[in-house]
């Protein structure tokens, strides 16, 4: 990835650096989901609809999900400059590709916290598997709590045993279907390039364990490798101790666009602020493609609340390595933004 070198001064240069982070945004699938255009002192984000999974995510609600991660990671990265960004969300019904409008009108310093968690844009990762079996640091979550609140949302922790283990089996039954489906493997296929691939999006087989390790209660992750046996070998010595982690939801009190939006800043608050405190978190959202069980999860586990994701939580040392596409492949000039673009 190419990296500005020296402190951005013009709105293009601003443009570069802000976006050179937020492509760093998780997405569902690393499907990247997303356009940026830039002029003056504004950033317009859009969803490249090309790039929904029109078999998983009919509604575009993953695709609005990871837009919203990339438009947090837009604000925090303005802040990080000393910039106050200025948000207007979907702004208007004749363009329903445009996300958000992002403009940077004023300067304060960024505080202490800003500037340690915008220093995770680049390195947080996605965990999948298992995790060591040591506590969260204490008031971890707390503040990730806080953290969804921030964006209208919430961040609900299944800690009772019957709840978690439903949650759990809801991931598992939800995997176990979507094994079964011949049109969402091959959407899968897409996103999931064989060792050594040149590819700049979709999971990488570094992202992702060979083996997965069973944990109680089992939370199964996607099936990446397809039965290929790609994926990074184990690193822990077999028979070790190790745990699923604390579960949560986060949830939308509705289920309309600007709400995945909200989850979408939210989720990427929540993953960044946990990074900042060297936790790492596993996302599924496997049970959330499918109406049924998503539905189940809402009435009996989230109090009638829009589920999202499900996210783990725990102490790991993390080794995936994840890709992403050029910031200038997803950065166009604002006279683009009703010419060339699609
Ligand atoms: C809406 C959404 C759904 C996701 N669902 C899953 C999932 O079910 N399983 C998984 O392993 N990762 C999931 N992810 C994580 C992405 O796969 C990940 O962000 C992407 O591959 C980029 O990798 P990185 O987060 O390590 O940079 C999801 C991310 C988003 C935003």
Do not use: K
Request: glycine share 8%.
């Amino acid at each position: 990835m190419s990296e500005p070198m020296t402190v951005p001064i013009t709105g293009e240069e601003v443009a570069r650096y802000v976006v050179a982070r937020a492509v760093w945004a998780p997405s569902v699938h690393n499907t990247q989901p997303w356009r940026f255009t830039a002029g003056g002192q504004q950033i317009s984000l859009y969803t490249d609809t090309g790039r929904r999974l029109a078999v998983a995510d009919p509604d575009g609600r993953e695709m609005m999900i990871s837009c919203g991660a990339a438009l947090f990671s837009v604000r925090l990265a303005l802040r990080s400059l000393g910039y106050i960004p200025r948000t207007c969300v979907l702004p208007g019904p004749a363009q329903p590709e445009l996300v958000a409008r992002v403009s940077w009108p004023e300067r304060a310093d960024a505080d202490e916290f800003e500037r340690r968690l915008s220093g995770h844009l680049l390195t947080r990762r996605t965990h999948r598997g298992a995790f060591d079996p040591e506590p969260l640091p204490s008031g971890l979550l707390a503040a990730l709590r806080a953290a969804a609140e921030r964006d209208g949302t919430a961040l609900r922790v299944v800690a009772d045993g019957g709840r978690r283990a439903a949650l759990a089996a809801a991931v598992e039954n939800a995997e176990n279907e979507l094994r079964l489906g011949g049109e969402r493997l091959r959407e899968l296929a897409r996103w999931t390039p064989a060792p050594g691939s040149a590819c700049r999006d979709g999971v990488p087989a570094t992202a992702y364990p060979a083996r997965a390790e069973r944990t109680e209660p089992h939370f199964p992750g996607r099936d990446f490798a397809r039965g290929h046996g790609w994926g990074v070998p184990p690193l822990s010595a077999a028979g070790s101790r190790r745990a699923a982690g604390v579960a949560g939801l986060l949830t939308t009190t509705a289920d309309r666009p600007a709400d995945w939006v909200n989850a979408g800043q939210a989720l990427q608050r929540i993953l960044l602020t946990a990074s900042t405190a060297g936790a790492a978190v596993a996302l599924h959202s496997q049970p959330l493609e499918l109406p049924w069980l998503r539905e189940f999860i809402r009435t009996q586990l989230s109090d009638d609340a829009y589920p999202h994701l499900v996210l783990r939580f725990g102490l790991v040392t993390q080794v995936a390595v994840s890709v992403r596409r050029d910031p200038e492949d997803v950065l166009f000039p604002a006279a683009a933004d009703h010419a060339g673009l699609r």
